[in-house]
């Protein structure tokens, strides 16, 4: 599935061709891409149909464009959903194709967007806007602002903000890990604590910082917590760098490209290969209906007494910051 880095990417294209762009035709390929859309809101065709696009903007794995009438077009991928962006002479012969728009860009011209989605997890739909939480800008746009820019789309609303967000409240999430006594892996995965993260670079920073997934996060120290987003931010950051990670060919960027940071790896899909850091095999593990990757050496479970948290220390030589410690 698409993870922060990989939507980001996606944003990141799509930004300059969709910011300011008109849409003058929408097609509606396979209603399935629609079930998010409410229709008591009105047909999704006529309301996109002549609207701006103000904006790219993005919260955790969510994509969303504010529209100049007001609302927002909202996008996701899903687990093999693409946006790839088409001149108008392209032959659309994609057989996954779901949505298409048809665009006017007063800069680049004529351009299309194909909504591709082999598996159909993901969906567009038109939504209404709502002030954030917090009073602070809702997501990432790259520095385009406007009216919209405190404003969420409802469907997104509930999505806790990604470490690389610049409000991002790391006491919060220190505070929230502290009530939780379920494994901390758990937590990184919970979208209400902390959005973007993903099965992937759950296990690079849980790697980084020599912890077990199980290992619960009540139990860890507040140190040990800021260590422990410190690895997550490097991980997003590095694979953010390489264009997001890709193993087959569900995940492209706008353009029909692979992300590379799959060749960075230390843990995630390297069962049975030395740990980068101490040589030890690295193990798979069932973990809701996914998998977990460890090395059962550097990141053991440490035991809790019962009735007393007691803080994780951190193992010699660990390294929180960076994706790979030295060894």
């Given at each position: 599935m698409p993870e922060l880095p990989e939507v980001?990417?996606?944003?990141?294209?799509?930004?300059?061709?969709?910011?300011?762009?008109?849409?003058?035709?929408?097609e509606v390929l396979d209603a399935r891409s629609l079930k998010r859309h409410e229709a008591a809101s009105g047909d999704f065709e006529t309301l996109l149909t002549g609207e701006r696009v103000d904006a790219v903007v993005r919260r955790g794995k969510f994509l969303w464009m504010p529209l100049a009438g007001g609302g927002a077009l909202v996008g996701h991928l899903g687990m093999s959903g693409q946006l790839l962006l088409r001149t108008p002479e392209h032959p659309g012969d994609d057989r996954h194709a779901r949505i298409r728009l048809h665009l006017e860009h007063p800069e680049h011209g004529e351009l299309r967007v194909d909504f591709v989605d082999q598996r159909i997890f993901g969906s567009m739909a038109i939504d209404r806007m709502v002030p954030t939480a917090d009073g602070e800008v809702a997501g990432h746009s790259a520095g385009v602002t406007g009216p919209w820019a405190r404003s969420i789309p409802s469907q997104v609303a509930h999505i806790a903000r990604d470490p690389l967000d610049p409000a991002f409240d790391d006491a919060g999430f220190v505070a929230a890990l502290a009530r939780r006594a379920t494994g901390v892996k758990r937590v990184l995965l919970d979208q209400g604590v902390v959005s973007g993260i993903g099965n992937i670079y759950a296990d690079e920073a849980l790697w980084a910082v020599r912890l077990h997934g199980e290992q619960p996060a009540s139990s860890l120290s507040r140190?040990?917590?800021?260590?422990?987003?410190?690895?997550?931010?490097?991980?997003?950051?590095?694979?953010?760098?390489?264009?997001?990670?890709?193993?087959?060919?569900?995940?492209?960027?706008?353009?029909?490209?692979?992300?590379?940071?799959?060749h960075s790896l230390n843990a995630y899909g390297r069962t049975g290969r030395p740990c980068p850091r101490c040589g030890t095999p690295i193990v798979r593990e069932a973990f809701m209906n996914r998998s977990s990757h460890?090395?059962?050496?550097?990141?053991r479970l440490r035991r809790t007494s019962p009735g007393r948290v007691t803080p994780a220390a951190t193992s010699?030589?660990?390294?929180?910051?960076?994706?790979?410690?030295?060894?």
């Amino acid at each position: 599935m698409p993870e922060l880095p990989e939507v980001e990417v996606v944003r990141a294209g799509l930004a300059p061709a969709l910011t300011h762009a008109r849409v003058v035709g929408v097609e509606v390929l396979d209603a399935r891409s629609l079930k998010r859309h409410e229709a008591a809101s009105g047909d999704f065709e006529t309301l996109l149909t002549g609207e701006r696009v103000d904006a790219v903007v993005r919260r955790g794995k969510f994509l969303w464009m504010p529209l100049a009438g007001g609302g927002a077009l909202v996008g996701h991928l899903g687990m093999s959903g693409q946006l790839l962006l088409r001149t108008p002479e392209h032959p659309g012969d994609d057989r996954h194709a779901r949505i298409r728009l048809h665009l006017e860009h007063p800069e680049h011209g004529e351009l299309r967007v194909d909504f591709v989605d082999q598996r159909i997890f993901g969906s567009m739909a038109i939504d209404r806007m709502v002030p954030t939480a917090d009073g602070e800008v809702a997501g990432h746009s790259a520095g385009v602002t406007g009216p919209w820019a405190r404003s969420i789309p409802s469907q997104v609303a509930h999505i806790a903000r990604d470490p690389l967000d610049p409000a991002f409240d790391d006491a919060g999430f220190v505070a929230a890990l502290a009530r939780r006594a379920t494994g901390v892996k758990r937590v990184l995965l919970d979208q209400g604590v902390v959005s973007g993260i993903g099965n992937i670079y759950a296990d690079e920073a849980l790697w980084a910082v020599r912890l077990h997934g199980e290992q619960p996060a009540s139990s860890l120290s507040r140190r040990r917590v800021r260590e422990l987003l410190g690895a997550v931010r490097a991980v997003l950051q590095k694979a953010l760098a390489e264009g997001g990670t890709s193993f087959d060919a569900q995940y492209v960027n706008v353009n029909g490209a692979s992300g590379y940071f799959a060749h960075s790896l230390n843990a995630y899909g390297r069962t049975g290969r030395p740990c980068p850091r101490c040589g030890t095999p690295i193990v798979r593990e069932a973990f809701m209906n996914r998998s977990s990757h460890r090395c059962p050496r550097c990141q053991r479970l440490r035991r809790t007494s019962p009735g007393r948290v007691t803080p994780a220390a951190t193992s010699p030589g660990s390294s929180a910051g960076g994706i790979r410690a030295p060894g």
